[in-house]
């Protein structure tokens, strides 16, 4: 497995040759936003681009890695310091100038890698807009989503997905400096309300603040994380989700 191509690195003749055998180019996407007393808010963007570069290595020489989107959709965590959001009309905006920029290089497969689920809605919107508006193929993934049954079959906390278990063992992986090891502690869920009949399975979804459902920030238990589950989710969703590329880029 090679090194991959990462834009950021790369000089522009080093760019025209490779664009000689790419066909896609992956978008890491993140967010900038509190994770808790144990995680660093810039914990989504490192995520989305370390494993941005796992995916263009397995890929090589079919991909290219783009710069880092390092801010998302992050008004739910607005009243948590530090937290900066865009308004999903924003990230469009950054993401059609970024394919339309890199269609004009003669890439016209995009896959935009994405560590934070409040950016999911934004990015279906995306999808549908920028396909129709910029004649390309438009292809958005979670980093470890496609390693769900591993989740399922490690993970006790109910509900869990944010700086929890899942998340700080990906970092301890992925990316270490991001976490307080010596600070980890479970989410401080708050007592049922509007907040958990807004959950996904209930018949109403809704906005609602973070707060409202955790009083540290963070759901799951941050304490029972281990490099070895982030592996684990890290390498089985890698390989699923570059063999799902292959056969897009096959078909």
């Known amino acids: 497995m090679g090194q991959g191509y990462v834009l950021t690195e790369m000089t522009w003749p080093e760019v025209k040759e490779a664009l000689e055998t790419v066909r896609l180019a992956v978008i890491p996407l993140g967010a900038h936003e509190q994770h808790g007393p144990h995680m660093t808010e810039s914990c ?43 308004e999903p009309d924003t990230l469009i905006a950054v993401l059609r100038d970024m394919l339309r920029s890199l269609q004009g290089h003669g890439i016209s497969k995009f896959l935009v890698l994405n560590a934070h689920g409040g950016n999911q809605a934004t990015l279906g919107v995306a999808a549908d807009k920028l396909t129709r508006e910029l004649g390309v193929e438009f292809y958005y993934a979670k980093t470890t989503a496609a390693a769900k049954d591993v989740m399922d079959e490690s993970i006790a906390s109910k509900p869990y997905g944010h700086s929890c278990e899942r998340e700080v063992s990906e970092a301890l992986y992925l990316a270490p400096e991001l976490v307080r090891e010596a600070q980890l502690e479970p989410g401080a869920i708050q007592p049922p309300g509007r907040w958990s009949r807004l959950r996904p399975g209930n018949p109403l979804q809704g906005f609602y603040y973070y707060e409202e459902m955790t009083a540290n920030g963070c759901i799951g238990d941050a304490t029972r994380a281990s490099r070895e589950l982030g592996e684990r989710l890290v390498r089985t969703a890698l390989q699923r989700l570059a063999q799902a590329v292959r056969d897009v880029l096959d078909s």
């Open 44 to 86: 989504d963007a490192v995520l989305a681009e370390r494993m941005g570069r796992l995916l263009v290595a397995e890929l090589h020489p079919l991909a290219l890695l783009t710069p880092t989107v390092s801010m998302g959709v992050s008004s739910h965590h607005l009243h948590f310091p530090g937290t900066i959001s865009l």
